[in-house]
C-alpha cells in the first residue's frame, strides 16, 4: 500500500513503515569525485561540476575576480582515511582554465586492521590546450600500522601547466611515530596529450616505504630514513612555471659544493669580504642557514621536459618552511594561480 506525503512515497506494509527517497538513485560509488573547471567571460574560472561521495569531501569557495584560478578544498569526513577506504577523483580542467587544490589539514591515514587492508587514493587530471592546475596540499600522515597506496595520473596539453607538490610525514611524532607505518606507496605520472586517444609518458615518480615485518627487532625504515621526518617530490611542468622551473636549478646549481676549492657560499665570500649584497643574495644566504639548522637536503633535475625537485627535513615544519620560502621568493604561482594556492605552505 502506498500513500503520497510531502516528502515522497509512504510505503505501508505489515513489516512496517519506510519511506522511498524522492531523488533519482545515485550510481557514483562510495569515494568517487568529479571536478571539471571551464573558463567563463572575462576571465574567470569555474566550476562545472562537482560532485563527491563518502569518505571523500570536497568544498570551493564562492570565484572571485581577484583570483586568477579556482580553489577547491580535498577534504575527508573525519580528518582522514581509515584502514580500506578508496578515493577516486577525476578532474578535467578545460581550455585555459586555472584550478588550485588545497587541504585543510594533514591527510590522516588510521591504522589497518590487518596488513593487507589497504587504503587507496586515486586522482586522474587532465589539463587541456592553455590550462593550468596547481597542488600545494599539506602533506600526507600515515599513522603507526597503516597501510597506504597513492596514484596521481595527469595528462597534459602541449601548453598546459602543472606544479604538483607530492610529501609525506614519519607520522604522530608527538606520540613518538617515527616512520612506523607498514607499508605507503606514493606514483605520480605525467603524460603528454597527443593525437587520437595516443599518450606519451613524459614522467613516472614512485616511492614505496616498506615498514618492518612482524616480529622485527630493528626498525630498519626508520634506519633508512635516516632521522628525515618528511620526505617530499615538486614537480614542474609548462609554461606558467617554468620560471619556477628555472629558479629551482639556478638555485641547485648555486648551492655549495664539497671539494670545491672554497666550501663557502658565494654570497658568504662576499659578504666577509665587504661586498653589498643584493636582496636576492640576502636572501639565499638566510635560507642556506636555515637549511642547515633544519638539515634540509634536496636536489633537482629535468626530466623530458619536467623540473624533478627532491627534498627532505627533519621535520615538518622544516620542509614547510623551506618549500615555502622557494616558491614564495619566486613569486610565479601566487601570480597565476592566487595567493590562497600557497596556504598551505605558509
Known sequence: MLNL???????????????TSPFPQSFSSPG????????????LSALSKITFQYPLKLISP?????????????L??????????QVHLTIDVLPRARLSIATQGHTKIFKSPERNVVTRQHLHVS????AAACLLPDPVQPFAESVYEQAQV??????ASLCLLDWVSAGRTARGEDWDLWEWSGRNEIWAEGEGAKKRLLLRDKVDLKGDS?????????????????FGTLVLKGPLVESLADFFIEE?????????????????????????LTPRQVWRQARLEQEMEDGLLWSAARVRGCTVVKFGALTVEGGRTWIGSMIKEEKSVEQHFGEPAIMCIR
Open 76 to 85: 575527508t569526513y573525519g580528518g582522514g582515511l581509515i584502514g580500506g577506504d
Open 5 to 19: 506525503c510531502p516528502y515522497g512515497l509512504l510505503n505501508l506494509s505489515a513489516k512496517g513503515v519506510y519511506m
Open 252 to 276: 641547485f646549481t648555486a648551492l655549495p659544493r664539497i671539494g670545491a676549492q672554497d666550501f663557502r657560499s658565494q654570497e658568504k665570500r662576499e659578504r666577509d669580504s665587504g661586498a653589498v
Open 127 to 130: 589539463l587541456h590546450a592553455g
Open 214 to 230: 612482524e616480529g622485527a627487532k630493528e626498525k630498519e625504515l626508520r634506519k633508512r630514513m635516516n632521522g628525515l621526518g618528511i
Open 154 to 159: 595527469f595528462t597534459l596539453a602541449a601548453d
Open 32 to 43: 568517487e569525485g568529479h571536478l571539471i573547471v571551464h573558463l567563463q567571460p572575462p576571465s
Open 62 to 74: 564562492s570565484p572571485s575576480t581577484n583570483h586568477p584560478s579556482v580553489l577547491v578544498f580535498l
